[in-house]
């Protein structure tokens, strides 16, 4: 029996591609749908087969690993492990990719999590891009005896950590002011002989990261109008460190319904007919977004997966016309 090809990762000089942080892994009130509470695990197979069906880029699920009582409200309690879903996932789909959208790396020790991704990309066949960001919660930092005022320094050498642990050697070597390793072999080895890391986050500090350090940027709540500016100064930060190779863009759009909807899907959805929903997302392209996170409403898995192969068949064709 043959391997299965490792699937293309999006690029800085491909067309526009889309990919979705699932539902149901992650519940913050700020955008989980009511129905999200009592999906099931089978709900979930479901969303991800739609996406592998429907020309989806990637899956993405969030890490928090515990949430304080004063954020609970907002946050919920309600986050899935990235590593274990997206494992799941992975033996029910073939071709999309699986995304961490973000691990919070400086939680764990850079071995730690490269034992981890390095088998979910060994088991799903090169299908993995690490996405990673500083993380907000303090409680969390604090229970597991992790630096939070310090979390910033701690991802940048984290990344650097992970770029040897995540690499072809089965002996990595790394040494650097907090982590430092060798001599220590870790099979299997991932599927890709490099993992794209792509860094998350808005702020200035995010920004420089991703510019310096990431294959990609995943910005987090920036407006359209916002962009133009931010990923300027990516590429300014990125050329004056001396980083050669390209570096994919990412946009997360406003919240999308293909069609008419016949209930109030809120002011600031995308919705109508899918040559236009087209028209006003190829302007990302058109700014310089490469691939776009995209979040349908909906009252039901139902609802959400025939949204899911209404994007694949009738929007997505138009993305890059």
Same mark, same amino acid.
């Given at each position: %029996?043959?391997?299965?090809?490792?699937?293309?990762?999006?690029?800085?000089?491909?067309?526009?591609?889309?990919?979705?942080?699932?539902?149901?892994?992650?519940?913050?009130? /700020?955008? @989980?749908? !009511?129905?999200?509470?009592?999906? =099931?695990?089978?709900?979930?197979?479901?969303?991800?087969?739609?996406?592998?069906?429907?020309?989806?880029?990637?899956?993405?699920?969030?890490?928090?690993?515990?949430?304080?009582?004063?954020?609970?409200?907002? %946050?919920?309690?309600?986050?899935?492990? !990235?590593?274990?879903?997206?494992? &799941?996932?992975?033996?029910?789909?073939?071709?999309?990719?699986? %995304?961490?959208?973000?691990? #919070?790396?400086?939680?764990?020790?850079?071995?730690?999590?490269?034992?981890?991704?390095?088998?979910?990309?060994?088991?799903?066949?090169?299908?993995?891009?690490?996405?990673?960001?500083?993380?907000?919660?303090?409680?969390? *930092? +604090?229970?597991?005896?992790?630096? *939070?005022?310090?979390?910033?320094?701690?991802?940048? +050498?984290?990344?650097?950590?992970?770029?040897?642990?995540?690499?072809?050697?089965?002996?990595?070597? &790394?040494?650097?002011?907090?982590?430092?390793?060798?001599?220590?072999?870790?099979?299997?080895? !991932? @599927?890709?002989?490099?993992?794209?890391?792509?860094? $998350?986050?808005?702020?200035?500090?995010?920004?420089?990261?991703?510019? #310096?350090? $990431?294959?990609?940027?995943?910005?987090?709540?920036?407006?359209?109008?916002?962009?133009?500016?931010?990923?300027?100064?990516?590429?300014?930060?990125?050329?004056? @460190?001396?980083?050669?190779?390209?570096?994919?863009?990412?946009?997360? =759009?406003?919240?999308?319904?293909? $069609?008419? !909807?016949?209930?109030?899907?809120?002011?600031?959805?995308?919705?109508?007919?899918?040559?236009?929903?087209? +028209?006003?997302?190829?302007?990302?392209?058109? /700014?310089?977004?490469?691939?776009?996170?995209?979040? *349908?409403?909906?009252?039901?898995?139902?609802?959400?997966?025939?949204?899911?192969?209404?994007?694949?068949?009738? #929007?997505?064709?138009?993305?890059?016309?």
């Amino acid at each position: %029996m043959s391997l299965p090809l490792i699937p293309p990762l999006p690029s800085a000089d491909g067309p526009l591609t889309y990919g979705m942080q699932l539902p149901v892994q992650s519940q913050s009130a /700020i955008y @989980a749908e !009511p129905w999200e509470a009592a999906a =099931t695990p089978a709900d979930l197979v479901r969303i991800a087969r739609a996406a592998d069906r429907g020309g989806f880029a990637y899956i993405a699920s969030c890490d928090h690993i515990a949430i304080p009582r004063r954020l609970a409200e907002g %946050m919920s309690t309600v986050w899935y492990d !990235p590593v274990a879903t997206l494992a &799941f996932l992975a033996g029910v789909t073939e071709r999309v990719l699986l %995304m961490s959208h973000v691990a #919070v790396v400086g939680l764990r020790h850079p071995l730690v999590t490269a034992k981890q991704y390095a088998t979910l990309d060994h088991l799903s066949g090169g299908r993995l891009i690490l996405g990673v960001g500083a993380g907000h919660v303090r409680e969390e *930092f +604090e229970a597991v005896g992790a630096d *939070f005022d310090g979390r910033g320094r701690v991802l940048d +050498e984290s990344i650097d950590a992970l770029r040897a642990a995540l690499g072809p050697e089965e002996y990595p070597e &790394f040494a650097g002011e907090r982590y430092s390793f060798g001599g220590l072999g870790q099979l299997p080895r !991932p @599927a890709r002989e490099k993992v794209p890391i792509w860094v $998350g986050g808005s702020s200035p500090a995010a920004v420089r990261r991703a510019a #310096v350090r $990431g294959d990609g940027w995943l910005p987090q709540g920036d407006a359209r109008d916002r962009l133009p500016a931010q990923i300027a100064r990516v590429h300014a930060l990125r050329e004056g @460190a001396g980083v050669g190779e390209p570096i994919v863009i990412g946009a997360i =759009t406003e919240p999308l319904y293909v $069609g008419e !909807p016949g209930w109030s899907v809120g002011r600031r959805t995308l919705k109508g007919k899918p040559e236009a929903l087209a +028209e006003s997302l190829r302007e990302y392209a058109a /700014i310089g977004v490469h691939q776009i996170q995209v979040r *349908f409403r909906s009252r039901s898995v139902d609802e959400l997966t025939d949204q899911m192969a209404a994007f694949g068949a009738d #929007v997505a064709p138009h993305l890059s016309t």
